[in-house]
């Protein structure tokens, strides 16, 4: 098993930057890659980004260039930095683990989730 929980969300203005963590407890986090997801109001659960366990990253398409993910295995933790921050932004943003080795995007491929972060860009 693997407990994942996220931190960092919050209030922000359009154009500002937010950095969400996600601490790993359990299982050994390093064996483990990880991505975040996004869920707005009314709409399905959207891929953000990756990374393996050997910090290879990938990124959804729309928003690569904005947001970075990033690992410190040391600290059992994951990163999304979130830059040039948009109102369609906002989102509750999860964090997930998944065992699977290949580049990983669809949400029922990963293993553990956590409880999720809401972030709200105002206009």
């Known amino acids: 098993q693997v407990q994942l929980v996220e931190s960092g969300g919050g209030l922000v203005e359009a154009g500002g930057s937010l950095r969400l963590s996600c601490a790993a407890s359990g299982r050994t986090f390093s064996s483990y890659a990880m991505g975040w997801f996004r869920q707005a109001p009314g709409k399905e659960r959207e891929f953000v980004a990756g990374?393996?366990?050997?910090?290879?990253?990938y990124y959804s398409d729309s928003l690569k260039g904005r947001f970075t993910i990033s690992r410190d295995n040391a600290k059992n933790t994951v990163y999304l930095q979130m830059n040039s921050l948009k109102p369609e932004d906002t989102a509750v943003y999860y964090c997930?683990?998944?065992?699977?080795?290949?580049?990983?995007?669809?949400?029922?491929?990963?293993?553990?989730w956590g409880q999720g972060t809401q972030v709200t860009v105002s206009s």
């Open positions: 997930a683990a998944t065992s699977r080795t290949r580049r990983v995007r669809a949400s029922h491929e990963y293993d553990y």
């Open positions: 990374i393996s366990w050997t910090s290879n990253t």
